[in-house]
């Protein structure tokens, strides 16, 4: 079972950018899709955006479409989400996690092997 470790969370003023990373334990990296989700106060945990195991695909929430970039480097075993233009909404608790099943599912449900989460905060 692939485990999973989010960073680079932080506290960033609105306009400005982080870049989050999920390392993944495994010889199998390239075989999952994974995502990233994120879980506001008070607010239920949501789908931001994913990637497909080869890197050739993705797919992003409507709020961050344009804003950010999911990416992959399957020979580091590492995800990422570049995250550009950041807004006070975008405060969150960020995580990864590994797609069970076909492309293009976003439930909570349809995820597993969930990393601890990384915070991001940011300030108006």
């Known amino acids: 079972q692939v485990q999973l470790v989010e960073s680079g969370g932080g506290l960033v003023q609105a306009g400005g950018s982080l870049r989050l990373s999920c390392a993944a334990s495994?010889?199998?990296?390239?075989?999952?899709?994974m995502g990233w989700f994120r879980e506001a106060p008070g607010k239920e945990r949501e789908f931001v955006a994913a990637?497909?195991?080869?890197?050739?695909?993705?797919d992003y929430a409507d709020s961050v479409k344009g804003r950010f970039t999911i990416s992959r480097d399957n020979a580091k075993n590492t995800m990422y989400l570049q995250m550009n233009s950041l807004k006070s909404e975008d405060t969150a608790v960020y995580y990864c996690?590994?797609?069970?099943?076909?492309?293009?599912?976003?439930?909570?449900?349809?995820?597993?092997?969930w990393g601890q989460g990384t915070q991001v905060t940011v300030s108006s």
């Open positions: 996690a590994v797609l069970n099943g076909g492309w293009g599912r976003r439930r909570l449900t349809e995820y597993a092997s």
């Open positions: 495994g010889r199998t990296f390239s075989s999952y899709h």
């Open positions: 990637i497909s195991g080869s890197g050739g695909f993705t």
